[in-house]
């Protein structure tokens, strides 16, 4: 634990929250990790526990007597199923399930809160993974979001990280996607091109509006299959993308007006209701009852990454590695097309 430090609150921070108050003061801590160490005792306020809502008054003084940087986290094996898709003695390629995070986040406290991810998968079935990436994400070089399925690269070693890393920051690396999108894409073939940033919001989103820290994202899409049916319109797409910026799939399909189905982040229907049949010989409330008895639901992003192409960084050898659409995803559609 750190020494104890004191702060004196000034007369302009009159009115301010006592948690906001203190986010601001402490340099690179997040208001969550402020709240946490006042629920632990580490915050006094003229010598006094207080609420994170405190409306400060200005003159009092404030003592911090535990660290409000968590001690790191490092990540641990853990016998956790792998499909492997590819692997050498630099790299490997793991075909990850949606529900799965690749690597805890760095904010993590609760070491909890740090298994089941990709890593501790990883290093219990390949031991070594390259330290680039630091303790909590050894052999990572790009993600996939939790309910996001898919290929995703992995380095066994430094020299390959750093290898990978140049590759895919130098656009070397083709990244195909396939997704199933709300209504009717007008277009046979797209490019989405706009800056992606982290909406001012909903921290938690990603947005194609302006914003001071965005980034460019070039996002392909093709059309696959056109679905028309009782539960509405959909398009299953082939998607590559230039770039790999977070979310970038399902928020540039949103900014079009087509989320990714399962997406509620981006405006995906959280359950996907059927219209009446047609016909006759049925009342038209007893048809709708009907209809509605069972809407779909998926508990995932219809967003699946089916093809990774690149060059070997080490050897040049030419690798395309592909992986099928997981049953959930393969289901879905089947109840689309055969209701």
């Given at each position: 634990?750190?020494?104890?430090?004191?702060?004196?609150?000034?007369?302009?921070?009159?009115?301010?929250?006592?948690?906001?108050?203190?986010?601001?003061?402490?340099?690179?801590?997040?208001?969550?990790?402020?709240?946490?160490?006042?629920?632990?005792?580490?915050?006094?306020?003229?010598?006094?526990?207080?609420?994170?809502?405190?409306?400060?008054?200005?003159?009092?003084?404030?003592?911090?007597?535990?660290?409000?940087?968590?001690?790191?986290?490092?990540?641990?094996?853990?016998?956790?199923?792998?499909?492997?898709?590819?692997?050498?003695?630099?790299?490997?390629?793991?075909?990850?399930?949606?529900?799965?995070?690749?690597?805890?986040?760095?904010?993590?406290?609760?070491?909890?809160?740090?298994?089941?991810?990709?890593?501790?998968?990883?290093?219990?079935?390949?031991?070594?993974?390259?330290?680039?990436?630091?303790?909590?994400?050894?052999?990572?070089?790009?993600?996939?979001?939790?309910?996001?399925?898919?290929?995703?690269?992995?380095?066994?070693n430094d020299r390959a990280h750093r290898a990978l890393g140049a590759m895919f920051a130098g656009?070397?690396?083709?990244?195909?996607?396939?997704?199933?999108?709300?209504?009717?894409?007008?277009?046979?073939?797209?490019?989405?091109?706009?800056?992606?940033?982290?909406?001012?919001?909903?921290?938690?989103?990603?947005?194609?509006?302006?914003?001071?820290?965005?980034?460019?994202?070039?996002?392909?899409?093709?059309?696959?299959?056109?679905?028309?049916?009782?539960?509405?319109?959909?398009?299953?797409?082939?998607?590559?993308?230039?770039?790999?910026?977070?979310?970038?799939?399902?928020?540039?399909?949103?900014?079009?007006?087509?989320?990714?189905?399962?997406?509620?982040?981006?405006?995906?229907?959280?359950?996907?209701?059927?219209?009446?049949?047609?016909?006759?010989?049925?009342?038209?409330?007893?048809?709708?009852?009907?209809?509605?008895?069972?809407?779909?639901?998926?508990?995932?992003?219809?967003?699946?990454?089916?093809?990774?192409?690149?060059?070997?960084?080490?050897?040049?050898?030419?690798?395309?590695?592909?992986?099928?659409?997981?049953?959930?995803?393969?289901?879905?559609?089947?109840?689309?097309?055969?209701?």
């Open positions: 634990m750190s020494s104890p430090r004191t702060i004196d609150v000034p007369a302009e921070a009159r009115g301010r929250r006592l948690d906001m108050f203190l986010t601001a003061q402490l340099a690179d801590v997040s208001r969550s990790r402020v709240q946490l160490l006042m629920e632990q005792g580490g915050v006094l306020v003229d010598g006094r526990h207080e609420k994170p809502s405190l409306k400060l008054r200005g003159g009092e003084r404030i003592t911090i007597s535990g660290d409000p940087h968590p001690v790191p986290l490092k990540a641990v094996p853990e016998a956790i199923p792998l499909d492997v898709v590819y692997e050498d003695d630099d790299l490997a390629v793991v075909n990850k399930p949606a529900g799965m995070m690749v690597h805890a986040g760095s904010g993590q406290s609760d070491e909890a809160r740090s298994r089941g991810t990709l890593v501790n998968a990883l290093l219990h079935r390949f031991k070594t993974l390259s330290s680039a990436g630091g303790e909590l994400r050894p052999g990572i070089v790009h993600r996939l979001d939790k309910n996001t399925s898919g290929l995703i690269v992995v380095a066994k656009r070397r690396v083709e990244k195909t996607y396939v997704a199933l999108v709300h209504g009717a894409v007008a277009r046979h073939k797209g490019t989405i091109s706009a800056a992606v940033s982290r909406d001012r919001v909903r921290r938690t989103r990603m947005t194609t509006r302006p914003g001071a820290n965005a980034r460019s994202a070039v996002t392909h899409y093709e059309v696959v299959q056109r679905l028309d049916c009782r539960f509405g319109k959909f398009t299953l797409l082939r998607v590559r993308i230039e770039t790999g910026r977070t979310h970038q799939i399902r928020v540039h399909m949103a900014s079009i007006g087509h989320p990714v189905v399962g997406d509620t982040l981006y405006g995906g229907a959280a359950q996907i209701a059927a219209s009446a049949p047609a016909g006759t010989g049925e009342s038209a409330r007893g048809k709708q009852k009907k209809a509605n008895a069972w809407p779909l639901k998926l508990e995932r992003n219809f967003l699946h990454a089916a093809r990774l192409e690149f060059a070997h960084p080490l050897t040049a050898k030419h690798l395309v590695l592909e992986a099928a659409l997981p049953r959930p995803l393969t289901d879905f559609l089947n109840r689309l097309e055969c209701v």
